[in-house]
C-alpha cells in the first residue's frame, strides 16, 4: 500500500521526487542562468536594430545582473511569508511577460524594462525550488532530499550559464535578436503550465492583518536598504576602469545602516546575527564566491581574448566553450547522488588553481586542445563548486530561513561574476593581448589559493550525509 502524507493539501507518495515535481523547478532554475549569458550575442544586433552604440545596449546585461543579485534572496524572504509556491508562480509569470515586452520593444528604455522584469522573475525559482524541495522531503520524512534532485537544480541553474552563448547565436543568426527575448515566452508557458498541475498548493498559513504587519515580516526597509547597498556596489564595479568611488562609499555607508537596522529588526531580512555566528555558512558563500569569480573570468575574459586575439566568431567561441557547461554538468550528476561536500568543494579550488596556470601559459597561437583542455578544468571547477556548495548550504542554513539563504548564495554568484567583469574591464581597457590573459591568470591564481585555503581548512566541512548544523 502506498505511504501519502498531506503536504499542503496535496500528498507524498513513496517516490515524492517524481520527475512531474521536479520538471517545473529545474526549467524556472535554468531561466535566469541562460538569459543572464544569451544576450551577449545579441548586442551587436539589437545596437544596429535600434540606432544606438554597442556601448549603451550593455547596459542590458547590467539591468540582468542587477535585478538578480537583489531579487534572488527578496524572493526568498517573500516565499518564507506568503509561500514558496506563490512566488514561483509570480516569478514565472514575470518571464512570460518580460519575454513579451523585449520581443515588441521599440526602444532601449523598453528593452531594458523587460531585462529587469526578466531578471526579478527568473531570479523567483532557485530560492522556492530550495524551499519547495525543502518541504517534500520533510513530508516524505527524510532527512535530506535525494541527492540527484539537488544535483539537477544546480545543473539547471548553473551548469547551463554558459549554454546561453550558442543558444542566443543560433536565434539571433536564424530568427534575429528578439528571439533572445521571445524564447522566453514558451518556456515560461511549460514552466507555468507545469507548475500549477504538479507542484502541491502552499499550506494554509495566517495571512498577514495588515499593511504595517507586512512591512514588518517581509522587513520592507532592510530589504530596501539591501537593493540600495548592493546597487551602489554593483554600480562601482561597473564604472572600473574608471572607477565611480563616491559609489563605493555610498555602499560601504548603506551596508553599514542596514547592518545596524538588520541587528534590530524583528523579522530581519538578512539576519546579520547568523552570518556571524554562523562561520560555516559565511565560508560557503565566500567560496563559492571565488570559484565563480574564476569561472567567469574564463566566460568573459577569455571569451574577450578569443574574439579580439585570435578573431573567432561570437558563435564559434560560444561552442568553444561548451564544455565547460558538458563537464560541469557530469560532475554534478556524479557528486551530487552521494551528497559530497569536503571532497567537491577542494577539488574545485584545486582544478580553479590549475586552471589558472594553464591560462598563464595561453597564447595567440596556443592550440585549440589546450583552451578546450583549459576549458574542461573549468567545467570541473564550476561542478564541483555548485555541487558540494550548495549542499553545504543546505545543512548548514537554518531551515526556517532556507529561502533567503538560498538567494544570498546566487547573489554572491552574481558579485563574483560581476567582479570578473571589473577585472576584465581594467585588464582590457586599451586592448586585449596576451599579456592582459596573462594578467588575468594571476589574478586567477591568487583568488584559487584563497579559495584552497578556505577549502582545506574548514574545520566545518565533514563527509558525505553529515550535515554541520541542521538536525
Given at each position: 500500500?502506498?505511504?501519502?502524507?498531506?503536504?499542503?493539501?496535496?500528498?507524498v507518495?513513496?517516490?515524492?521526487?517524481?520527475?512531474?515535481?521536479?520538471?517545473p523547478l529545474?526549467?524556472?532554475s535554468?531561466?535566469?542562468?541562460?538569459?543572464?549569458?544569451?544576450i551577449?550575442?545579441?548586442?551587436v544586433?539589437?545596437a544596429?536594430?535600434?540606432?544606438?552604440?554597442?556601448g549603451?545596449?550593455?547596459?542590458?546585461?547590467?539591468a540582468?545582473?542587477?535585478?538578480?543579485?537583489?531579487?534572488?534572496?527578496?524572493?526568498?524572504?517573500?516565499a518564507?511569508?506568503?509561500?514558496a509556491?506563490?512566488?514561483?508562480?509570480?516569478?514565472?509569470?514575470?518571464?512570460?511577460?518580460?519575454?513579451?515586452?523585449?520581443?515588441?520593444?521599440?526602444?532601449?528604455?523598453?528593452?531594458?524594462?523587460?531585462?529587469?522584469?526578466?531578471?526579478?522573475g527568473?531570479?523567483?525559482?532557485?530560492?522556492?525550488?530550495?524551499?519547495?524541495?525543502?518541504?517534500?522531503?520533510?513530508?516524505?520524512?527524510?532527512?535530506?532530499p535525494?541527492?540527484?534532485?539537488l544535483?539537477?537544480?544546480?545543473?539547471?541553474?548553473v551548469?547551463?550559464?554558459?549554454?546561453?552563448?550558442?543558444?542566443?547565436?543560433?536565434?539571433?543568426?536564424?530568427?534575429?535578436?528578439?528571439?533572445?527575448?521571445?524564447?522566453?515566452?514558451?518556456?515560461?508557458?511549460?514552466a507555468?503550465?507545469?507548475?500549477?498541475?504538479?507542484i502541491?498548493?502552499?499550506?494554509?498559513?495566517?495571512a498577514?492583518?495588515?499593511?504595517?504587519?507586512?512591512?514588518?515580516?517581509v522587513?520592507?526597509?532592510?530589504?530596501?536598504?539591501?537593493?540600495?547597498?548592493?546597487?551602489?556596489?554593483?554600480?562601482?564595479?561597473?564604472?572600473?576602469?574608471?572607477?565611480?568611488w563616491?559609489?563605493?562609499?555610498?555602499?560601504v555607508?548603506?551596508?553599514?545602516?542596514?547592518?545596524?537596522?538588520?541587528?534590530r529588526?524583528?523579522?530581519?531580512?538578512?539576519?546579520?546575527?547568523?552570518?556571524?555566528?554562523?562561520?560555516?555558512?559565511?565560508?560557503?558563500?565566500l567560496?563559492?564566491?571565488?570559484?565563480?569569480?574564476?569561472?567567469?573570468?574564463?566566460?568573459?575574459?577569455?571569451?574577450?581574448?578569443?574574439?579580439?586575439?585570435?578573431?573567432m566568431?561570437?558563435?564559434?567561441?560560444?561552442?568553444?566553450?561548451?564544455?565547460?557547461?558538458a563537464?560541469?554538468?557530469?560532475v554534478v550528476?556524479?557528486?551530487s547522488?552521494?551528497?559530497?561536500?569536503?571532497?567537491?568543494?577542494?577539488?574545485?579550488?584545486?582544478?580553479?588553481?590549475?586552471?589558472?596556470?594553464?591560462?598563464?601559459?595561453?597564447?595567440?597561437?596556443?592550440?585549440?586542445?589546450?583552451?578546450?583542455l583549459?576549458?574542461?578544468l573549468?567545467?570541473v571547477?564550476?561542478?564541483?563548486?555548485?555541487s558540494?556548495?550548495?549542499?553545504?548550504?543546505?545543512?548548514?542554513a537554518?531551515?526556517?530561513?532556507?529561502?533567503?539563504?538560498s538567494?544570498?548564495?546566487r547573489t554572491?554568484?552574481?558579485?563574483?561574476?560581476?567582479?570578473?567583469?571589473a577585472?576584465?574591464?581594467?585588464?582590457?581597457?586599451?586592448s586585449?593581448?596576451d599579456?592582459?590573459?596573462?594578467?588575468?591568470?594571476?589574478?586567477?591564481?591568487?583568488?584559487?589559493?584563497?579559495?584552497?585555503a578556505?577549502?582545506?581548512?574548514?574545520?566545518?566541512?565533514?563527509?558525505?550525509?553529515?550535515?554541520?548544523?541542521?538536525p
Amino acid at each position: 500500500m502506498t505511504v501519502r502524507i498531506p503536504v499542503g493539501g496535496a500528498s507524498v507518495g513513496r517516490e515524492p521526487f517524481t520527475w512531474r515535481f521536479t520538471t517545473p523547478l529545474f526549467v524556472g532554475s535554468a531561466l535566469n542562468a541562460i538569459n543572464s549569458s544569451m544576450i551577449a550575442t545579441a548586442l551587436v544586433p539589437i545596437a544596429a536594430g535600434l540606432h544606438v552604440s554597442v556601448g549603451r545596449t550593455t547596459s542590458l546585461v547590467t539591468a540582468l545582473y542587477l535585478a538578480s543579485a537583489i531579487a534572488q534572496p527578496t524572493a526568498g524572504k517573500a516565499a518564507e511569508v506568503f509561500g514558496a509556491r506563490r512566488v514561483f508562480l509570480l516569478g514565472i509569470a514575470l518571464v512570460l511577460l518580460g519575454g513579451v515586452l523585449g520581443g515588441v520593444a521599440r526602444n532601449l528604455v523598453v528593452l531594458l524594462a523587460a531585462r529587469v522584469v526578466i531578471g526579478l522573475g527568473s531570479s523567483c525559482a532557485y530560492p522556492t525550488a530550495m524551499m519547495l524541495i525543502q518541504r517534500r522531503a520533510t513530508a516524505a520524512g527524510m532527512a535530506k532530499p535525494p541527492g540527484g534532485v539537488l544535483g539537477g537544480l544546480q545543473i539547471a541553474g548553473v551548469a547551463t550559464a554558459s549554454l546561453g552563448l550558442p543558444i542566443g547565436g543560433v536565434l539571433v543568426q536564424a530568427a534575429g535578436w528578439r528571439w533572445v527575448f521571445l524564447v522566453n515566452v514558451p518556456v515560461a508557458l511549460v514552466a507555468l503550465a507545469a507548475a500549477l498541475i504538479w507542484i502541491p498548493r502552499d499550506a494554509a498559513r495566517r495571512a498577514p492583518g495588515n499593511a504595517r504587519e507586512v512591512i514588518a515580516r517581509v522587513d520592507l526597509l532592510g530589504i530596501i536598504g539591501f537593493a540600495l547597498a548592493m546597487t551602489a556596489l554593483l554600480a562601482f564595479l561597473f564604472s572600473i576602469p574608471e572607477p565611480n568611488w563616491i559609489m563605493l562609499a555610498a555602499a560601504v555607508v548603506l551596508f553599514t545602516v542596514l547592518t545596524r537596522w538588520e541587528l534590530r529588526a524583528g523579522h530581519p531580512f538578512v539576519d546579520m546575527r547568523l552570518l556571524v555566528r554562523n562561520g560555516a555558512l559565511t565560508r560557503t558563500y565566500l567560496r563559492y564566491a571565488l570559484v565563480a569569480l574564476c569561472v567567469y573570468l574564463v566566460l568573459y575574459g577569455i571569451t574577450q581574448w578569443l574574439q579580439a586575439g585570435r578573431g573567432m566568431s561570437a558563435l564559434g567561441t560560444g561552442l568553444l566553450l561548451l564544455p565547460t557547461s558538458a563537464v560541469s554538468g557530469v560532475v554534478v550528476a556524479l557528486i551530487s547522488r552521494r551528497n559530497l561536500v569536503r571532497g567537491p568543494v577542494i577539488v574545485a579550488a584545486a582544478a580553479s588553481l590549475v586552471g589558472s596556470a594553464g591560462v598563464l601559459l595561453l597564447s595567440s597561437d596556443a592550440a585549440v586542445v589546450w583552451i578546450v583542455l583549459i576549458t574542461v578544468l573549468f567545467g570541473v571547477a564550476l561542478g564541483t563548486g555548485a555541487s558540494g556548495n550548495q549542499i553545504a548550504l543546505y545543512t548548514q542554513a537554518p531551515p526556517e530561513q532556507l529561502g533567503v539563504a538560498s538567494g544570498l548564495f546566487r547573489t554572491f554568484g552574481y558579485v563574483g561574476s560581476i567582479a570578473s567583469s571589473a577585472v576584465t574591464g581594467i585588464v582590457f581597457h586599451t586592448s586585449v593581448k596576451d599579456s592582459g590573459v596573462h594578467l588575468i591568470a594571476l589574478v586567477m591564481t591568487g583568488v584559487s589559493i584563497a579559495a584552497v585555503a578556505l577549502s582545506v581548512l574548514d574545520r566545518a566541512l565533514r563527509g558525505p550525509g553529515r550535515p554541520t548544523t541542521r538536525p
